[in-house]
């Protein structure tokens, strides 16, 4: 039988992301020691409470289907969640519970999306954000920042990247890849340029909100003239560690989160019941229950900021939340080892995949062809193997 993919499915890239953590599988069960430092998942374990929570589910029966938008109780606690961490009023008809951030994020693309409608996406963004918005028929338009203004957009590259056709901005802060977080100043001054164009819709991604270690995490919806057009996107994968749990959210102006729901009542129905249940008692805790992790995640940035930064050739900036570096290795182009050539941050990717055996992310699938990804999800043991083997690859 002749195969044919739909065009949709030929023309989206796979998740590199994903991609290279199954490579970095792969590679491992053919016997190879692979370091994995590709994926953005914690390595701890979920916290005892919320595991406790998700045990009392299965024993309380929870079987059925779920409401399509989340568990009313669950609504409620992430409702609580938005006033008491950001300062936000989400009543229970503005709030979306979906499997994952991704599916959260796909569903907005999906529902608020019409083809040839642009999104800016200030470059490097996460991954998922470009194919999502194609998927959508809908067209991304990058702004690219570099290390020089520690990877974020400014007020006037944004008033710049908008034309008539602009329905959207997307970012994430805590930023996946850069680990850059707006400060209320810059969120300010991009709402200052917004303020001008009511009809952008503003997608902000918080997923990595409690893994800020530069201080107070500011909500884009929290300033004046934007709560009505944002969309607050969050999740249990990065703080709680609950990455296979599968549970994301919205806030969101009413009419987003009713197209949503509808959209999901048509693809996947609620989201797992026993997930949703752990997720009442994960929203509920005080941040000092995870806070143990947050400490880990910034005792490894010290540790990789220093050992990264004794290797010639990696530029660095500090990234103050998430757990990622994106350190820009431009100046290995054109070098030559063994006859290969790199040319560009995958070449230099697989490289060090092949050379180090250490799987990071090309900065490409970021948008940004001067950098890799590594993520410091890992142990402290891992990470100072990982970059001795990064520094003797490149010496
Ligand atoms: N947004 C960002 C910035 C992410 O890094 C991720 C990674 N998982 C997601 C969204 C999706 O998270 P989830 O696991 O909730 O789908
Ligand atoms: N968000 C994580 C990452 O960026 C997990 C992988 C994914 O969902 O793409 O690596």
Not at 14 to 37: H, P, W, Y
Not at 125 to 134: A, E, H, L, Q, T
Not at 376 to 394: C, D, F, N, Q, T
Request: glycine share 8%.
């Amino acid at each position: 039988m002749s195969v044919h993919l739909s065009d949709r499915i030929t023309n989206m890239s796979t998740s590199a992301t994903l991609a290279m953590a199954a490579k970095a599988r792969e590679l491992r069960n053919e016997g190879k020691d692979i370091i994995g430092l590709s994926l953005g998942e914690p390595d701890f374990n979920i916290p005892d409470f919320i595991k406790e929570a998700a045990k009392e589910a299965i024993d309380q029966n929870y079987r059925s289907y779920t409401p399509v938008d989340g568990y009313a109780d669950l609504k409620k606690a992430i409702s609580l969640k938005f006033e008491r961490d950001n300062g936000l009023t989400y009543g229970a008809n503005q709030i979306v519970v979906s499997t994952g951030a991704k599916q959260s994020l796909f569903n907005v693309a999906m529902v608020a999306l019409n083809p040839g409608d642009e999104v800016i996406l200030p470059a490097p963004y996460w991954v998922s954000y470009s194919d999502i918005v194609k998927l959508a028929e809908g067209v991304p338009v990058e702004v690219s920042t570099s290390i020089e203004t520690d990877f974020k957009m400014t007020a006037a590259q944004l008033e710049a990247a908008i034309t008539p056709k602009t329905k959207m901005l997307w970012f994430s802060s805590p930023c996946n890849p850069s680990g850059s977080v707006y400060s209320a100043e810059e969120l300010e001054s991009l709402a200052g340029v917004l303020r001008k164009h009511p009809e952008i819709i503003v997608v902000s991604d918080e997923i990595y909100e409690h893994i800020n270690f530069a201080g107070g995490h500011v909500s884009i919806a929290n300033i004046e003239g934007m709560y009505d057009r944002t969309v607050t996107v969050n999740g249990v994968s990065k703080a709680f560690a609950m990455t296979g749990w599968r549970i994301g959210y919205i806030g969101a102006p009413e009419w987003i989160a009713k197209g949503c729901t509808k959209l999901q009542g048509q693809v996947t129905s609620g989201a797992n019941a026993i997930a949703q249940r752990a997720v009442i008692a994960a929203l509920e805790a005080p941040k000092s229950k995870i806070q143990y992790m947050i400490d880990e995640f910034q005792q490894r940035r010290e540790l990789v900021l220093q050992l990264l930064g004794e290797i010639e050739g990696f530029k660095l900036n500090v990234p103050e939340g998430a757990f990622y570096v994106f350190p820009d290795i431009s100046t290995f182009f054109g070098k030559t080892f063994r006859g290969v050539t790199i040319n560009n941050a995958s070449d230099f990717a697989l490289y060090l995949l092949e050379h180090a055996n250490v799987a990071t992310v090309t900065g490409e699938a970021f948008g940004n062809p001067d950098c890799i990804r590594i993520s410091y999800a890992a142990s402290e043991e891992s990470l100072k193997e990982a970059i001795s083997r990064i520094s003797a690859a490149l010496s």
